[in-house]
């Protein structure tokens, strides 16, 4: 079952795009399953997110050293 962000496709990109990589070089090959929805990625905790917000999923610094 997909979460809200995401939508199952029968034909989906083998190769998705994640905070990591936006744009994949990827050959077309179907794959069936959930994906995030258009204009999210996938984060590295697996929630899709808008591309701004990646950096969000990152331990933020404190200041103390």
């Known amino acids: 079952m ?10 989906g990109s083998a190769c998705p795009s994640t905070c990591e ?18 204009g999210l990625v996938k984060r590295r905790d697996g929630k899709c997110v808008k591309p701004e917000k990646c950096q969000s999923s990152a331990p933020q610094p404190t200041g103390k050293q």
């Open 2 to 11: 997909c979460t809200e962000d995401e939508e199952y496709q029968e034909c």
């Open 21 to 38: 990589n936006i744009d994949p070089i990827c050959p077309r090959i179907c794959r069936r399953g959930c994906f995030c929805k258009k």
